[in-house]
């Protein structure tokens, strides 16, 4: 049976001589794998650039749900995504993601909803000036999906973010992060006009490895982020040449 479905493509490999097996997160269906064979030889109507990861795609697929693997009939890219693919910056930006969702969404994970946020977050990426608060942002944001939102907020009385409860509290301890970083945590997740929000580069990357063990704590079980080093590096040194971008 024919279906279509809207996917993200989340991770290829290459099978065989000529084949490659791709991993996507689809609307529908959560994440399933597909081979499209002979598409290394240039003798299928898919090439190997219109399933770059991270691409969005339309699939026609032959979709058997007790298959592990499955084919796909027809793809278009739906957008395509040049500039993330031409600026260095929104690819590493891209990299993070992808890492990211790689170690966040499982098999059996299809929520409409998550999906729409994903694709629209991918096109604010690609049409948006980058701004270097978009990883905080999106990881932020994606937590409220997941079901692991902090709860609570930055105040007198709850100044601290505790990475191990989830939640604000009143004294610092063990898992708690710094005033500072637990305040622009907050104001983040719950400022509409983010981009907007002015954060020197050393706030930044903290509030940025504090989410990453935050996502140790609930989600990706203690898992390493190996692009998060060169993406502050490359964000940093980005932000040295563009001073009218908000970073």
Request: charged share 20%; with cysteine.
């Amino acid at each position: 049976m024919i279906t279509k479905t809207k996917a993200i493509v989340l991770r290829n490999t290459n099978y065989g001589e000529s084949s490659i097996i791709s991993k996507m997160y689809t609307r529908e269906f959560g994440v399933r794998t597909y081979i499209l064979q002979s598409i290394r030889k240039g003798k299928s109507a898919i090439k190997p650039s219109m399933i770059q990861p991270l691409s969005l795609v339309d699939l026609d697929i032959y979709e058997k749900p007790n298959s592990s693997i499955n084919r796909i009939k027809e793809l278009k890219n739906n957008p395509l995504l040049m500039d993330i693919q031409d600026s260095v910056p929104k690819k590493t930006v891209a990299l993070f993601l992808l890492e990211l969702l790689n170690q966040c969404i499982v098999d059996e994970q299809y929520e409409e909803e998550l999906f729409d946020f994903i694709a629209a977050q991918i096109i604010f990426l690609e049409r948006e000036p980058l701004n270097a608060l978009f990883p905080i942002h999106f990881m932020l944001k994606l937590t409220f999906f997941l079901g692991v939102e902090p709860q609570g907020e930055f105040s007198v009385d709850t100044p601290y973010l505790s990475l191990e409860e989830g939640v604000f509290v009143e004294q610092s301890g063990v898992s708690t992060v710094s005033r500072e970083t637990s305040e622009l945590i907050s104001l983040l997740s719950n400022n509409s006009n983010w981009p907007m929000v002015i954060v020197n580069p050393a706030a930044r990357k903290e509030s940025l490895n504090q989410l990453i063990k935050y996502y140790q704590y609930h989600i990706t079980k203690n898992k390493k982020m190996k692009s998060v080093e060169i993406l502050s590096e490359l964000l940093r040194m980005f932000y040295q040449y563009n001073h009218h971008m908000h970073f």
